[in-house]
């Protein structure tokens, strides 16, 4: 079985910085893409940031120069870096993963459980 467990929401103040954190836990043998979504009330679950098992990045446009992701292959843990947030950032922030639990095996997406991120003052 594989987990993902996140961590680093919260309330922030407009202009303010969060870093939130998910960890990839269980029967792993590989984890190819890994990516932050967000989705906020009324709205669809949108892709914020995504980064590939060599770390090539692609980021929504609108949190472009403002938010970074990483990753450590090594904890399987992918981060996101939100820097100058604003109101409009509030949402639910979910991890994804797509993992192999064996060598041959078709990768399968796998998501955390989100964790809220609200910007307001």
């Known amino acids: 079985q594989v987990q993902l467990v996140e961590s680093g929401g919260g309330l922030v103040q407009p202009g303010g910085s969060l870093r939130l954190s998910c960890g990839v836990s269980g029967s792993i043998s590989s984890i190819n893409t890994m990516g932050w979504y967000r989705q906020a009330p009324g709205n669809q679950r949108e892709l914020v940031a995504s980064?590939?098992?060599?770390?090539?990045?692609a980021t929504a446009d609108s949190v472009k120069g403002r938010f970074t992701i990483s990753r450590d292959n090594a904890k399987n843990t992918v981060y996101l870096q939100m820097n100058s947030l604003k109101p409009e950032d509030t949402a639910v922030y979910y991890c994804n993963a797509r993992v192999t639990v064996r060598p041959g095996v078709r990768y399968d997406n796998y998501w955390g459980q989100g964790t809220q991120v609200t910007v307001s003052s």
């Open positions: 980064i590939t098992s060599g770390g090539s990045t």
